[in-house]
């Protein structure tokens, strides 16, 4: 028995949102990286990066497996689409932050409003601007780095 529509669209996203992860492991685990506010340090010894990678190996093809199976197909994604989608995210996530949002985490210092509340406001621009360009949406430039 096979799978119905419904069924074989969760398969599908959850094998899909899976492979996309182990991408992304993969790239964290061939090397270390450096942000502002992060540090990944990739301290794997030979044997575990090589093992690791043969699992994902292993990951990928059962994957393929199953898309045979199941006869589940690729999705042709937009990166725009991706970088509008992970901009939105982290827009959200940076709204949480702003100082009269943080008076679940205690009592907020008022001065923080005019201290915190200018640079997340100049982020959220720059996230904006981010997606618009994203989109191709030529007056996104507008804002001074």
């Known amino acids: 028995m096979g799978l119905n529509p419904n069924q074989k669209r969760a398969v599908t996203v959850t094998l899909r949102l899976l492979e996309e992860r182990l ?3 993969e790239r964290v685990i061939a090397a270390d990286e450096r942000g502002i506010l992060y540090e990944r340090v990739a301290s794997f010894t030979p044997a575990q990066r090589a093992r690791m990678n043969e699992l994902i190996s292993a990951l990928r093809e059962q994957i ?12 042709s994604q937009s990166a725009a689409r991706y970088v509008v989608g992970t901009v939105s995210l982290l827009w959200e996530s940076v709204e949480e932050i702003r100082a009269r ?23 959220v621009r720059l996230l904006l601007d981010l997606t618009a360009t994203a989109q191709g949406d030529a007056e996104s430039n507008d804002f001074q780095i």
């Open 23 to 25: 991408a992304d492991i």
């Open 64 to 75: 393929r497996c199953a898309a045979e199976e199941f006869h589940l197909s690729r999705e």
């Open 101 to 123: 949002k943080l008076k679940s985490y205690g009592k907020v210092d008022p001065q923080l409003k005019q201290t915190l509340d200018p640079i997340l406001q100049r982020i």
